[in-house]
T-cell receptor, first 117, second 105 residues
């Protein structure tokens, strides 16, 4: 298994500003993912971040709005840029491939609750 | 984009009854995972079933996978009030809309 921590756990931000969310894993993992979850909704995959390569974004999400870094096998950041109230959500970091294979169990961090005023 | 779709969207049962939730997906998969999320809480991984498996058990949970029909089911037997939560299936890291299960004491 993997233990994942996220910082900050929550934040309240002003419109037009940016917030960087950090995700730290206690073991080296191949694949890291960033999700968004609106209240009462399911999880929506924003992007997949693999170390040593550019992040792969899902339809509807762009790098300018959600730049991602993946400097090593245990850490990643997601920035929410030029925020608007529509960006208010829970942002979740996730890891997969903890056993070295992409088919292994996916684990989730506790999430970052973002409110944009 | 979402891959799996759960059915039903909401399910209400009495304690002690069984609950069955279904998940359908569109493309070939490597595995399918089921998760539980209590209101306002984090995701709890329940079961991973690989594409070459047909059934897995974990305690009161039973998951089946039919790759020919591109569908999976999650059965919770002898349900408890504590099973009240949203249940999601995920294929290739993409989640369905979820089933909201309410177990009445």
């Amino acid at each position: 298994s993997a233990v994942i921590s996220q910082k900050p756990s929550r934040d309240i931000c002003q419109r037009g500003t940016s917030l960087t969310i950090q995700c730290q894993v206690d073991s080296q993992v191949t694949m890291m993912f960033w999700y968004r979850q609106q209240p009462g909704q399911s999880l929506t995959l924003i992007a997949t971040a693999n170390q040593g390569s550019e992040a792969t974004y899902e339809s509807g999400f762009v790098i300018d709005k959600f730049p991602i870094s993946r400097p090593n096998l245990t850490f990643s950041t997601l920035t929410v840029s030029n925020m608007s109230p529509e960006d208010s959500s829970i942002y979740l970091c996730s890891v997969g491939g903890t056993g070295g294979a992409s088919t292994d169990t996916q684990y989730f961090g506790p999430g970052t609750r973002l409110t944009v005023l | 984009s979402q891959q799996g779709e759960e059915d039903p969207q909401a399910l209400s049962i009495q304690e002690g009854e069984n609950a069955t939730m279904n998940c359908s997906y569109k493309t070939s998969i490597n595995n399918l995972q089921w998760y539980r999320q209590n209101s306002g809480r984090g995701l709890v991984h329940l079961i991973l079933i690989r594409s070459n498996e047909r059934e897995k058990h974990s305690g009161r949970l039973r998951v089946t996978l039919d790759t020919s029909k591109k569908s999976s089911s999650l059965l919770i037997t002898a349900s408890r009030a504590a099973d009240t939560a949203s249940y999601f299936c995920a294929t290739d890291f993409r989640f369905g809309a979820g089933t909201r299960l309410t177990v009445k004491p």
